[in-house]
């Protein structure tokens, strides 16, 4: 489950930021000022700053009626259509879809990455070509308040966060409607079924069907 076994970060302008670090979630807290940081130096042929601390490509289509708070940063030929909500420090990259009623907060969405219909992604990162189906969420605060833990079949990861959605790897479909509890990890290639409750890490190449029913990809 380390950065460098859920993405590939030659599809993400965050690259610096993820790579200094072993587990991609220490990155939440930094998310905010590298996007500060960056927006300023992008390659002003490709994009232009629409609002304060907001850059987007110039190939990105931006329906009227979204909102995009900053800072934030949206890649080339990136979608963001009808009532999006991107309430702040979201770096979404190239070809993306964010859709219809989807809220985006403190989170990266790598290039190729599918958010298209009523789905919160929040304090979470989502791998190149991902996808979440219809109404499928990522869960960033737990119930109690205490903080976050990754739970694997090693044991517990203590992160220390209080907020900590999900790290979706590369390639991976998360189904319709399902949920995504604080402190999710699912690695690269996975599928979880429609209306599945995933919590803890999901190793690679694994299809997700129902809690205790995990079987491998052939």
């Not at 809220?103 to 599918?114: A, M, T, W």
């Not at 990162?125 to 605060?141: D, E, M, Q, R």
């Not at 699912?186 to 029913?213: M, Q």
Request: net charge neutral; aromatic share 8%.
């Amino acid at each position: 489950m380390k950065t460098v076994q859920l993405f590939s970060l030659e599809n993400t302008l965050a690259a610096e930021l993820l790579e200094k670090y072993e587990y991609p979630w220490l990155a939440l807290g930094e998310i905010k000022n590298f996007i500060l940081e960056l927006g300023p130096a992008l390659d002003k042929n490709v994009y232009e700053q629409i609002d304060e601390n907001v850059w987007a490509a110039k190939s990105a289509k931006i329906f009227a009626s979204a909102f995009i708070g900053g800072p934030c940063i949206i890649g080339e030929n990136t979608e963001v259509r009808h009532c999006a909500f991107i309430r702040s420090s979201a770096l979404i990259g190239n070809n993306c879809v964010v859709g219809n009623s989807t809220e985006i907060k403190n989170s990266i969405l790598f290039n190729n990455v599918q958010v298209p219909h009523y789905n919160y992604v929040g304090d979470s990162i989502l791998g190149y070509k991902s996808h979440l189906g219809a109404g499928a969420i990522t869960s960033n605060v737990k119930s109690d308040k205490t903080p976050v833990a990754v739970v694997t079949g090693g044991g517990r990861i203590e992160t220390g966060l209080k907020k900590f959605g999900a790290m979706v790897g590369d390639c991976t479909e998360v189904g319709c409607n399902s949920v995504l509890c604080p402190g999710t990890v699912l690695g690269k290639n996975c599928t979880v079924y429609p209306l599945s409750r995933v919590r803890g890490y999901v190793p690679e190449n694994r299809i997700y069907k129902s809690e205790g029913n995990i079987v491998v990809k052939l």
